[in-house]
T-cell receptor
Framework: EPEVTQTPSHQVTQMGQEVILRCVPISNHLYFYWYRQILGQKVEFLVSFYNNEISEKSEIFDDQFSVERPDGSNFTLKIRSTKLEDSAMYFC????WGGGYGYTFGSGTRLTVV | KQEVTQIPAALSVPEGENLVLNCSFTDSAIYNLQWFRQDPGKGLTSLLLIQSSQREQTSGRLNASLDKSSGRSTLYIAASQPGDSATYLCAVDTGANSKLTFGKGITLSVRP
């Protein structure tokens, strides 16, 4: 079964550093997403991306965050200057048709900011 | 704003028991509803997707139902096994820009 692949699985970074989380969505999917889950809390929507542009972003997704599809297969989330409160599990997801057939999630990147 | 609630937060049952996990949502104008399983520290595995026009979906020992008008969904697990121990998340898609709103999940423990 096709998978969404995320790397790295765990990243530790110092406060103020930039991090890039990487995702390879399912190849025929057109919609891409980032979600995050702070330990013990709900999974929260960050951003959706379609046709090479952001289609929606949450209030969490401020100027410190950016997304990019640098080539035909990768989808990245960049956090410019990490804060302690950015520590969370970050999930990438993709969907074939805007969620009409559901969403497939990756296994996540656990980001720890120290 | 869509809110998704899953109660109770945790459930412990003996092996072999049939059980029902509940999910409620505040805005009935949903596009679909998806149940996920999450093992500790791991990703989200999709279990079942119910479109807004459907009443239920089945996969193996799992059956999910949807009552849009009352804002409720249930996940029925038949003959539970220790391997079913995990957190079960309910998520609704309101269709607006295609994003999911998640409940906090129900952590299930099936005792041998």
């Amino acid at each position: 079964e096709p998978e969404v692949t995320q790397t790295p699985s765990h990243q530790v970074t110092q406060m103020g550093q930039e991090v890039i989380l990487r995702c390879v969505p399912i190849s025929n999917h057109l919609y891409f997403y980032w979600y995050r889950q702070i330990l013990g809390q709900k999974v929260e929507f960050l951003v959706s991306f379609y046709n090479n542009e952001i289609s929606e972003k949450s209030e969490i997704f401020d100027d410190q965050f950016s997304v990019e599809r640098p080539d035909g297969s990768n989808f990245t989330l960049k956090i410019r200057s990490t804060k302690l409160e950015d520590s969370a599990m970050y999930f990438c997801a993709s969907s074939e048709w805007g969620g009409g057939y559901g969403y497939t999630f990756g296994s996540g990147t656990r980001l720890t900011v120290v | 704003k869509q809110e998704v609630t899953q109660i109770p937060a945790a459930l412990s049952v003996p092996e072999g028991e049939n059980l029902v996990l509940n999910c409620s949502f505040t805005d009935s104008a949903i596009y679909n509803l998806q149940w996920f399983r999450q093992d500790p520290g791991k990703g989200l595995t999709s279990l079942l997707l119910i479109q807004s026009s459907q009443r239920e979906q089945t996969s193996g020992r799992l059956n999910a139902s949807l009552d849009k008008s009352s804002g409720r969904s249930t996940l029925y697990i038949a003959a539970s096994q220790p391997g079913d121990s995990a957190t079960y998340l309910c998520a609704v898609d309101t269709g607006a820009n295609s994003k999911l709103t998640f409940g906090k999940g129900i952590t299930l423990s099936v005792r041998p």
